[in-house]
C-alpha cells in the first residue's frame, strides 16, 4: 500500500484566497483524521469521519474551516478565505477499526503558508 | 478536557538511554500512546500502553502507570537516527478514536 497520500505537498497562496488540502486514505481505513501542527499550538486534531461521516469537528477552529469525505478513498479541507495565521502543516491521518485503533498512519503533511 | 506534559528537550549521546516522560490529564482514558517525528517529517507510531506495565518494542520500551496518570518511553542504544521529537499522545475523554498529543520532546543525540 502506497500509505496515506495527501496534495499538495506545499502551498503558498495569499490572504483571502481559497484553500484545498485533499487526502487519500490507505484502503480499507474506516477512520480519516485531519490535524494541524504549529510551533505555538502542536498538533491538534481538526476533524475526523468514521465511514465518510463527520463525527468530531469540534477542533475546526471556525467557520472559514471545512472538511469533506464523500468517498471512502477521497477527503478535503477547505480554508475559505484564508488568513496568515492558518499558516501550519496540516497533516491526515488514517486508522482502521479492525486494527483496534492502536495506530494511526499520518501523511506526509501539506505546508501551508499564507501571506 | 485532557492535558499532557512532557520535557520539552533531551540531550544523549550515541549508544546510551534515554527516558522521556509524560503526564496526563483525563477525563476517561483508554490507551498512551507514543509517536516518532523526524524534521519535516511525518508523525509515526511506536507503541501504545492500554494496561499498566512495559511494553518493548526492540531498543523502544514504554511503559505506563495509570493510577499515577504516567507513563514513559525508553530508548535504548541510542543511534544519531533516533534525533526527532518524540510525542506521547493519550485516548480518552469523549472519544475512543480520538488522540490528544503532548507538546513533544526534541530528542539530541550527539557522537
Known amino acids: 500500500d502506497a500509505g496515506v497520500i495527501q496534495s499538495p505537498r506545499h502551498e503558498v497562496t495569499e490572504m483571502g484566497q481559497e484553500v484545498t488540502l485533499r487526502c487519500k486514505p490507505i484502503s480499507g481505513h474506516d477512520y480519516l483524521f485531519w490535524y494541524r501542527q504549529t510551533m505555538m499550538r502542536g498538533l491538534e486534531l481538526l476533524i475526523y469521519f468514521n465511514n465518510n461521516v463527520p463525527i468530531d469537528d469540534s477542533g475546526m477552529p471556525e467557520d472559514r474551516f471545512s472538511a469533506k469525505m464523500p468517498n471512502a478513498s477521497f477527503s478535503t479541507l477547505k480554508i475559505q478565505p484564508s488568513e496568515p495565521r492558518d499558516s501550519a502543516v496540516y497533516f491526515c491521518a488514517s486508522s482502521s477499526l479492525a486494527g483496534g485503533f492502536n495506530e494511526q498512519f499520518f501523511g506526509p503533511g501539506t505546508r501551508l503558508t499564507v501571506l | 478536557g485532557q492535558s499532557l506534559e512532557q520535557p520539552s528537550e533531551v540531550t544523549a549521546v550515541e549508544g546510551a538511554i534515554v527516558q522521556i516522560n509524560c503526564t496526563y490529564q483525563t477525563s476517561g482514558f483508554y490507551g498512551l500512546s507514543w509517536y516518532q517525528q523526524h524534521d519535516g517529517g511525518a508523525p509515526t507510531f511506536l507503541s501504545y500502553?492500554?494496561?499498566?506495565g512495559l511494553e518493548e518494542t526492540g531498543r523502544f520500551s514504554s511503559f505506563l502507570s495509570r493510577s499515577d496518570s504516567y507513563g514513559y518511553l525508553l530508548l535504548q542504544e541510542l543511534q544519531m537516527k533516533d534525533s526527532a521529537s518524540y510525542f506521547c499522545?493519550?485516548?480518552?475523554?469523549?472519544?475512543?478514536?480520538?488522540?490528544?498529543f503532548g507538546t513533544g520532546t526534541r530528542l539530541l543525540v550527539s557522537p
Open positions: 499522545a493519550v485516548r480518552g475523554g469523549t472519544g475512543f478514536q480520538k488522540l490528544v
Open positions: 500502553n492500554a494496561l499498566d
